[in-house]
């Protein structure tokens, strides 16, 4: 059973373009991280949020925690070439991390 | 940086045979985890490590066995391999005192 359910699962978008990837779940977490993770790599942690309602900033990338912290979202504005990648987002449960399915994102210049 | 290492990068095996993968750390980190990778299921735990000899179940163990004889070694065993278990595989330690992973550059198994 997938508890972290993300959509989309792939997105092409130009450069320049803003997008939006949403990770939802029937469970609440104690904290929600982001991860990317390039071809032939491990994922590499971006961002956690703990607080319902939290909100932070990555320079170009928002993610904000859903205020019952049970969903996540992460916006990324005039993406670029190098956002190219697959975004994992992640719940915290009592010591393990569930892992979302995934989006991938294609920018093309 | 904690410093992680999988071996082997690649592995191809026959279906039945005994495989083991293993991952290395240079930190003194408590926590150890192996994770599947799979198109559509994004990572799925197999089995962690709190501490040498403390081990407990992920959500896909079946077929899975892993010891923990000292803290900076955490090896993956699968007893006898079948094709279901290709995948890429991917140890990841905790960074701190939460649970923010910082993970390996994975194993990619083929079993044929």
């Known amino acids: 059973t997938q508890l972290l359910e993300q959509s989309p699962q792939f997105l092409s978008i130009q450069e320049g373009e803003n997008l939006t990837v949403y990770c939802n779940s029937s469970?609440?977490?104690?904290?929600l991280q982001w991860y990317r993770q390039e071809p032939g790599e491990g994922p590499v942690l971006l961002v956690t949020?703990?607080?319902?309602?939290e909100v932070k900033k990555l320079k170009r990338l928002t993610f904000q925690f859903g205020d019952a912290r049970k969903d996540s979202s992460l916006h990324i504005t005039a993406a670029q070439p190098g956002d190219t990648g697959l975004y994992l987002c992640?719940?915290?449960?009592?010591?393990?991390?569930?892992f979302g399915t995934g989006t991938r994102l294609q920018v093309f210049p | 940086d904690a410093g992680i290492t999988q071996s082997p990068r690649h592995k191809v095996t026959e279906t039945g045979t005994p495989v083991t993968l293993r991952c290395h750390q240079t930190?003194?980190?408590?926590?150890m985890y192996w994770y599947r990778q799979d198109p559509g299921h994004g990572l799925r735990l197999i089995h962690y490590?709190?501490?040498?000899?403390?081990?407990d179940k992920g959500e896909v163990s079946d077929g899975y066995s892993v010891s923990r004889s000292k803290t900076e070694d955490f090896l993956l065993t699968l007893e006898s391999a079948t094709s279901s278990q290709t995948s890429v595989y991917f140890c990841?330690?905790?960074?701190?005192?939460?649970?923010?992973?910082?993970f390996g550059q994975g194993t990619r198994l083929t079993v044929v």
């Open positions: 992640a719940g915290e449960k009592t010591d393990k991390l569930i």
């Open positions: 469970s609440v977490f104690s904290s």
């Open positions: 949020v703990v607080t319902g309602g």
């Open positions: 930190e003194n980190h408590r926590y």
């Open positions: 490590s709190y501490g040498v000899k403390d081990t």
């Open positions: 990841a330690i905790n960074l701190g005192g939460n649970t923010e992973a910082f």
